[in-house]
């Protein structure tokens, strides 16, 4: 695992800076402390920082070349198949230096060409540049596990696994992208191409983009939205997705470092201790973390770590110890996000880092096995919408509000007025057209980039089993752009290498196409799945309300944080950015303080929207001082 950072200048006759490459490479340092490499070739910059993970000696330092130098890759990620394709090469005649998986993208690449994107197995981001042609190919994993942004400025293309070495080349400038901020507000993230920095581009999972004579060409290598139906019966399903669940698993722990596990006691990081301890008799080291306010969780893993023997290491935080990870959230986020677990994750991983260096996650097992409750309630939400057509009509839902007070009934009747296809934001979905009136001063031209981009990602799975394509729209946006983004930057700030073996492709793609029945059973989602691990792992445990690392952030908000967050939000400096109307702001916090609404997530999204501006636009060392006290 490692970061990656480059360029490549309009001008063929002209050079890339040597100095320049290394400005932003450097600014990646945390993602791989092993090591530094910088190559540059005319008008060609590679750059990367390392952390050793195979091969651990210097024969596996990139950026790496072929014998004969004409094709240069950097790279970051792992390629959980790399063995078997490099018999294939070898068998096909290619000599091979080291026992990295580095290595076998070179020569893939000159085997294959674009063809080795479909070969390729695991999770990664690299650049490639072949000399015998010109071509320069940008490439990221199918579920978008490994980060990648570009941006075309200053007469080059760039490319990073961070926003950061972007802007350390000095082409751009930081400045927030104003037609994001609904977005964000609306989701707690950003999806699609665009980021929350203008003129800064994701690189989307499953994409690669080509340069070639001067023109940059993307296209997608993989689409979760072409559903291939599993005629399975259950018991036949359930032993396949055993199967494809412990091969993934094996295939995830190739390490010559310390390797451990996050749990929190849920579903999916308990399913992967259990089948490390039980069914592949490996030693297990585990990590998790709470609050004193809730205890659970930590509670739940220690039952888990107990049950397998593993051993077990539990992290508790304070509100005050929240306060201080919120920098380090937002400066390694570099995106806004809504993600008060990822404050949590971020100092587990800094915990961690002292005993193993990589760690393997259940992230991606609710988008893959359908497990979040909202996929249920949108099919309820469709029967009663069919009950009460009369609430379709605006005119009515407007009545009904009188009576129906509050931003949580708001958004019921608004959704109330579609059906799922049009219906379904994410599970994260936390504003709808009516409440939009009220927060945004030109609130009513607000949201169209939200609904046209789900209405896009349904409008590709058409035909398909509705649970299906609600997963494959969460695949591509919640997952990828939050979820993933979360969990990358916050382990690499911690030089940790994150793996997720429910996110093997093929397992996804299964569990996409497996019959709603086997995924969705009286409103309990992911049932195959938990069914599955009811063989080794309690079943209290497994048919318990979902959590994750929770935070109290509510609580917080009506108490020991209450004033700080107050004096944040009703600011000068926050107010006069415009993103929201005033008395909107002043509302919300007094409704969040009296206790009758909770909108603790709305209130952190605001603080979180304010201290990123302080940080990455104003330049603030240390925005979230102006939360203490």
């Known amino acids: 695992m490692c970061g990656i950072a480059g360029l490549v200048l309009v001008d063929p006759e002209s050079r890339a800076e040597r100095a320049e490459v290394e400005r932003m490479t450097r600014t990646l340092v945390h993602r791989g402390p092993d090591g530094e490499g910088v190559w540059t070739s005319g008008p060609i910059g590679f750059g990367h920082r390392r952390l050793a993970i195979l091969d651990l000696s210097e024969a596996g330092a990139q950026p790496m070349q072929d014998a004969a130098g004409e094709v240069t890759v950097t790279y970051n990620g792992e390629l959980y198949n790399w063995r078997a394709l ?49 071509q320069v190919l940008i490439a990221r994993d199918r579920l978008g596990i490994k980060p990648l942004y570009w941006a ?33 507000l609306t989701l707690g993230y950003v999806p699609g191409e665009r980021s929350f920095f203008a003129g800064i581009r994701k690189l989307r999972p499953g994409h690669a983009l080509l340069l070639e004579g001067g023109q940059v060409r993307t296209w997608r290598t993989w689409d979760p939205a072409r559903i291939q139906p599993v005629e399975l019966p259950y018991e036949e399903a359930k032993a396949e997705l055993d199967r494809r669940f412990t091969e993934s698993l094996e295939a995830h722990l190739m390490s010559d470092v310390p390797l451990g596990c996050f749990l929190s006691g849920g579903v999916d990081s308990s399913g992967v201790v259990a089948w490390l301890s039980r069914r592949l008799g490996r030693s297990v080291q585990t990590f998790t973390v709470g609050y004193p306010e809730d205890r659970s969780e930590l509670q739940h893993a220690a039952r888990v770590a107990e049950a397998f023997g593993t051993e077990h290491r539990a992290l508790e935080l304070d509100h005050e110890d929240f306060l201080t990870g919120i920098d380090r959230q937002v400066e390694h986020a570099e995106e806004p996000l809504v993600e008060s677990a990822g404050v949590a994750l971020l100092e587990l991983s800094r915990f961690a880092s002292e005993h193993a260096t990589v760690l393997l996650s259940g992230e991606g097992a609710d988008e893959a096995f359908a497990g979040y409750p909202l996929y249920a309630r949108n099919l309820q939400l469709d029967r009663l919408r069919t009950a009460l057509f009369p609430l379709q009509a605006a005119p009515v839902r407007a009545l009904a509000r009188l009576g129906l007070r509050g931003e949580r009934w708001t958004k ?181 303080a009296s206790g009758r609404e909770d909108l603790g997530r709305r209130l952190f999204a605001l603080v979180v929207l304010e201290l990123w501006h302080r940080r990455w636009i104003e330049g603030e060392a240390e925005p979230a001082r102006a939360l203490t006290g």
């Open 152 to 184: 075309e400025a200053g007469g080059a293309l760039l490319f990073a696994s961070e926003v950061r070495a972007l802007l350390a080349s000095g082409r751009l400038e930081a400045a927030p992208d104003r037609e994001r901020v609904d977005a964000f």
């Open 412 to 592: 019921y009747l608004d959704w109330l007025a579609a059906p799922t296809a049009a219906r379904h934001q994410g599970n994260s979905c936390d504003v709808t057209a009516s409440l939009r009136r009220s927060m945004y001063p030109d609130g009513a031209s607000a949201g169209t980039f939200v609904e046209r981009h789900f209405a896009e990602l349904f409008a590709r799975s058409e035909g398909h089993d509705l649970v299906a394509r609600m997963q494959a729209a969460d695949l591509e946006t919640w997952l990828a752009d939050d979820l993933l983004l979360k969990a990358d930057k916050m382990t690499m700030a911690a030089s940790i290498e994150l793996r997720v073996p429910f996110l093997d492709h093929s397992l996804v793609e299964f569990g996409l196409g497996l019959p709603r029945s086997h995924k969705l059973r009286g409103g309990v989602g992911k049932w195959i799945l938990k069914d599955l691990f009811s063989e080794l792992v309690p079943r209290d445990l497994l048919f318990r309300t979902k959590q994750g690392f929770p935070v109290p952030i509510s609580q917080w908000f009506r108490e020991g944080l209450r004033t700080r967050v107050e004096g944040l939000l009703t600011s000068e400096r926050f107010l006069d950015r415009g993103y929201l109307r005033p008395d909107y702001v002043r509302s919300a916090l007094r409704l969040h």
């Open 86 to 134: 490099r018999t294939e090469l070898e068998a096909l005649g290619h000599a091979f230096r080291t026992s990295c998986d580095t290595e076998v993208l070179v020569e893939g690449w000159r085997a294959w060409g674009v063809e080795l994107l479909e070969r390729l197995e695991g999770m990664y981001a690299f650049a490639l540049h072949d000399a015998r042609t010109g």
